[in-house]
C-alpha cells in the first residue's frame, strides 16, 4: 500500500526544490506544493511516533493501521524496529554519538527530558548524490601528524598531550579529544582565527571544509574536530555504518538513512542544541583507522536475485536493499521480509503485484509499505528505464 512520508523542515535542510526530499516527493505526487524559501531536510518513513507516515487514501497513521492486526501486518512484532529517512543536507548537522543499548537504558532513566528513547541507534548512510561526512577517529598517527603540524593546535592542546597519542594511543587521542572539548571560548576563537588565517587561499579538501563549517557555525568547537575525525566523500551508491560510539557528522549531500527506531543523540558540537560534553567523552571509542576502512560494502542477496545487493549491518533492526533492474529485464522478483518492509522509489517505473495486494504502478517518488501478508515474494513487471529503489526491513538475513 501506498504512504505518505513525514517532511520535516529543520534548519540544515536544502532549501526549496534543490532539496532531494522535494524533487521526490515531487515525481511521487503532481499536486505537492513545494515553498522555495523553505529547508526541507529529513523525509521519515516509518511508524516513530515524532513523525509518522501516513496511508494514501484514508489519511490513516501507519502505526495505528498497523497495531490493528499486528501478526498480519508485521509478523507479531509490536512496532517497526527501524525507521527509513531520505536526508537533503545544506549545512552541516551535529557532531554526534549514539550510546549502544545498556548506555541509551541509564541516560534515558536518568535523565528523561533529554534523552528521550532508552533505545540504541545504530544506523546506517547511502549517498544518493555525493555526500560528505565525518567518521570515526582517523589513525592515531595521521591526528598526531596534523596537530603536531599546526602550531595553533598544539597552543591550545599543548605538545606534551599530543606527544601521548604517539605513547600512549588510545588514553593520548582521550587526553587531547579531552582537552579540545573543554578548552574555553577564548582560547578556541584564538586557536580557530590562527587556522582561518592559515587556511585563507588553501584549496586542500580540509581547508575547505573547514572554511565552510565556520561560515556555518562560527568558533565552533566542532570545526576543530576535523582534525580528528576521517572526512569521507561518498559517491553516489556508497555507504557508511555508524555503529555505538562512533563519533560523526554528516556535511552536505543527499543520503538515505536507515536507522534503529530512535532518536537518541549525544552531541559535541556545530549545533546550538546543548552539548553533553561529559557523558561524550566516556562513550567514544578512541581507536582510529583510515577513512577506506569506514565505506561499507553491500552483498548481492543470491543467485536468483542478482539485482538486489543488501546493506547488512551487524544489528537485527534493520538491513537496506538496493534494488537496480535494467531496462532490458522485463520483469523480476523482489523479497518481503516476514516482518514487513517498506520501499521508496528513486528511480525509472514498473508494476508491483504479490499476494493479497492490488496490482500496483511504481514510479519515482513512491512509497510503498508492504505488510507481511503480502508474502515473501512480489513480482515486478513492466519495467520501463532502469528501475531503482531502496527497500528497509528487519536484517533477517
Ligand atoms: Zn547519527
Known amino acids: 500500500m501506498e504512504i505518505i512520508g513525514d517532511i520535516k523542515n529543520y534548519d540544515w535542510g536544502k532549501l526549496g526544490s534543490e532539496s532531494e526530499v522535494v524533487k521526490l516527493m515531487q515525481s511521487g505526487d503532481e499536486t505537492f506544493i513545494v515553498d522555495e524559501a523553505k529547508p526541507y531536510s529529513e523525509l521519515w518513513m516509518g511508524d516513530h511516533v515524532s513523525g509518522q507516515s501516513k496511508i494514501k487514501g484514508t489519511g490513516e497513521m501507519l502505526g495505528e493501521f498497523i497495531q490493528r492486526d499486528c501478526d498480519n501486518i508485521i509478523g507479531g512484532q ?38 528521550k528513547d532508552a533505545n540504541h ?26 596537530l603536531k603540524f599546526h602550531t595553533e593546535l598544539c597552543e591550545l592542546l599543548d605538545v606534551d598531550n599530543i606527544e601521548l597519542i604517539n605513547t600512549n594511543g588510545t588514553e593520548g587521542l582521550k587526553t587531547c579529544y579531552t582537552k579540545l572539548m573543554k578548552s574555553n571560548d577564548e582560547n578556541i576563537r584564538k586557536c580557530i582565527n590562527g587556522l582561518m588565517i592559515k587556511f585563507e587561499n588553501d584549496d586542500s579538501k580540509l581547508a575547505v571544509v573547514f572554511r565552510q563549517i565556520q561560515k556555518d557555525f562560527p568558533y565552533d ?64 571509542i578512541y581507536d582510529g ?12 542477496l543470491d543467485r536468483n536475485h542478482k539485482f538486489t545487493w543488501i546493506f547488512k549491518p551487524p544489528v537485527k533492526d534493520f538491513a537496506v536493499a538496493k534494488i537496480h ?26 508494476e508491483m503485484c504479490g499476494t493479497e495486494m492490488e496490482s500496483f504502478m511504481l514510479k519515482r517518488g513512491k512509497i510503498i509499505f508492504l505488510p507481511s501478508k503480502v508474502g515473501p515474494v512480489i513480482k515486478l513487471s513492466n519495467i520501463n528505464h532502469d528501475f531503482i529503489c531502496y527497500q528497509a526491513m528487519y536484517n533477517d538475513f
Open 121 to 146: 541507534k545504530p544506523e546506517i548512510a547511502i549517498a544518493l548524490t555525493p555526500f560528505l561526512a565525518l567518521c570515526g577517529f582517523r589513525p592515531h598517527s595521521e591526528i598526531y601528524n596534523l
Open 289 to 300: 583507522s583510515p577513512a577506506k576502512e569506514k565505506l561499507f560494502q553491500p552483498e548481492i
Open 325 to 350: 533492474v535494467p531496462s532490458i529485464i522485463n520483469s523480476y522478483e523482489i523479497i518481503n521480509s516476514k516482518f514487513g518492509s517498506i520501499i521508496l522509489v528513486v528511480s525509472g517505473e514498473a
Open 78 to 115: 509490536s512496532k517497526l524496529p527501524f525507521l527509513f529517512k531520505v536526508l537533503s543536507i545544506r549545512k552541516a548537522l551535529s557532531i554526534q554519538v549514539h550510546p549502544n543499548k545498556t548506555e541509551a537504558e541509564l541516560l534515558h532513566a536518568k535523565y528523561p527530558d533529554i534523552y
Open 221 to 284: 568547537v566542532g570545526s576543530l574536530s576535523l582534525f580528528f575525525l576521517n572526512l569521507i566523500e561518498l559517491h553516489p551508491g556508497e555507504s557508511i555504518f555508524l555503529a555505538a560510539k562512533v563519533p560523526h557528522a554528516y556535511l552536505s549531500g543527499d543520503c538515505i538513512e536507515c536507522m534503529s527506531c530512535s532518536d537518541n543523540v549525544v552531541r559535541a558540537g556545530l549545533t546550538p542544541k546543548f552539548k553533553d560534553v561529559e557523558n561524550l567523552l566516556g562513550m567514544l
